[in-house]
């Protein structure tokens, strides 16, 4: 980031009107600026400035970009015009390098990185194009790999002037993230088995019309999802991506270097994903208008009394009608803290009983025979109340990740378990006499619109 040129007078007039000024410009094209909060308790922002006609059109788009919400698009808070063919997009800044940055620093991407990569921005393109609006700009200097490892799509500008197609898009995704992999000569190099690799796919893919949803199969057909290793120097093409605590949010978590772990080549389920440790992870997103929950962890848990305890401290989180966001952040402590003490009592302070979800966690409880995981830390990086389904329950993303701990059977074997890359589903959350408790599991592409 350079702190050397201020934005135009018009831009500063802008970042003053939503409190904050100038931190820093963003790339090369001098109409990207990162702006910090003026206030302490002020939200750090991204202002990008596109050339643009004034007119219906762009009226119709600006409406459904800021009602657009998904944890991996950046978040426009406004579309505010500065002048003759010049509107601004006010979005809420994502720290951390993009994915140009991390690629010039590092020897080319695995497989499961791809899909890490892969899979958030396609599930992204879809959630755009549902509102029938094209990105029009997909590629590895526009993917930011945000707090905990999470790539999100920060620049909007050519979605806000109506560039690109649906196809389009898709095509943009397959060459970056080919862009990123070996070369199919490494492929041959290194002597691989003769099969059908992840790079063939792809290029397969960019001979059709496919959609983000086909990308999102056939990454999850041929590869398991890795955590991306950023390198251990800082990064600083991207927005707050350099070392300096004054280019990023003070209080912003820098970008986890997760350890790498092999998992069996299969599709997650749609309800939940197995963690090495025999946990489901749930997964994460954006908290609508009440901020990102980022590091609320659920306690070490030794024995299921503990758990008890946990539970009872902070209940009101699920007592609160109004808030199910909070609620579906707590529940997911919750539910890490029983299934690390393999406890299927305190399973019943999360899920709701005779729903799907307390079926299926009491299934794995029998599966960990015993086992408990010591030192285990759920990390709830946020949460989004997505709609009510039919029935009238209320329906949350989350977005969560495991943290390293250990495994311990009942005849006291230790097995040490890498942290997990963060994992985004939705939970259907039913009212009931104890207040919020899960009803379902699914992936957000599930949600009733």
Do not use: K, N, Y
Not at 180 to 196: F, N, Q, R, S, T
Not at 403 to 427: C, F, K, N, W
């Amino acid at each position: 980031m350079d702190t050397a040129a201020p934005p135009p007078d018009d831009v500063t007039r802008l970042l003053q009107a939503h409190g904050t000024r100038a931190a820093g410009a963003v790339g090369t094209d001098g109409a990207w600026w990162v702006a910090r909060p003026v206030a302490d308790d002020g939200a750090w922002l991204a202002v990008q400035v596109a050339d643009v006609p004034v007119d219906a059109t762009l009226a119709a788009r600006a409406r459904a970009l800021t009602g657009l919400h998904h944890p991996h698009l950046a978040r426009v808070v406004a579309v505010e015009p500065l002048g003759p063919g010049r509107v601004a997009l006010v979005c809420a800044h994502v720290p951390g390098p993009t994915l140009t940055a991390v690629r010039a620093a590092r020897h080319p991407l695995t497989d499961g990185e791809v899909v890490t990569v892969a899979v958030p921005v396609a599930q992204a393109l879809a959630h755009l194009h549902g509102a029938g609006i094209a990105h029009g700009a997909v590629g590895a200097d526009r993917i930011v790999l945000g707090p905990g490892g999470m790539p999100v799509l920060v620049d909007l500008r050519a979605a806000l002037r109506g560039d690109g197609t649906a196809t389009g898009d898709v095509h943009r995704l397959l060459a970056t993230l080919l862009g990123v992999m070996p070369p199919i000569d490494a492929h041959l190099a290194a002597g691989l088995p003769e099969e059908v690799r992840l790079r063939d796919a792809l290029e397969a893919l960019l001979r059709t019309g496919a959609g983000p949803d086909e990308v999102v199969d056939t990454v999850f057909a041929l590869a398991a999802p890795e955590p991306v290793h950023l390198p251990d120097e800082p990064l600083r093409d991207g927005p707050g991506a350099g070392d300096d605590g004054s280019r990023r949010p003070p209080d912003e978590e820098p970008v986890r270097r997760l350890r790498q772990g092999r998992r069996p080549r299969r599709r997650p389920s749609v309800a939940a994903v197995a963690t090495a440790a025999g946990l489901l992870v749930l997964g994460a997103a954006v908290v609508l208008g009440r901020g990102v929950l980022s590091g609320v962890a659920a306690p070490a848990v030794e024995s299921p009394g503990q758990v008890v305890r946990a539970t009872a401290a902070s209940r009101d989180a699920a007592a609160d009608r109004e808030d199910p966001a909070g609620a579906a952040a707590a529940l997911t402590r919750w539910r890490g803290a029983a299934l690390a003490a393999a406890d299927p009592a305190a399973l019943t302070t999360v899920a709701a009983d005779g729903s799907p979800a307390l079926a299926a966690d009491r299934e794995l409880v029998d599966r960990l025979a015993g086992a408990r995981s010591d030192g285990l830390v759920v990390d709830v990086v946020a949460t989004a109340v997505t709609g009510t389904t039919p029935d009238g329950d209320a329906t949350v993303v989350v977005t969560s990740a495991v943290g390293a701990h250990t495994r311990v059977t009942p005849d006291g074997q230790r097995a040490e378990v890498a942290a997990t890359a963060p994992r985004t589903v939705e939970l259907v959350l039913r009212w009931t006499a104890q207040g919020w408790r899960v009803w379902d599991v699914r992936e957000p592409a599930a949600a009733t619109p």
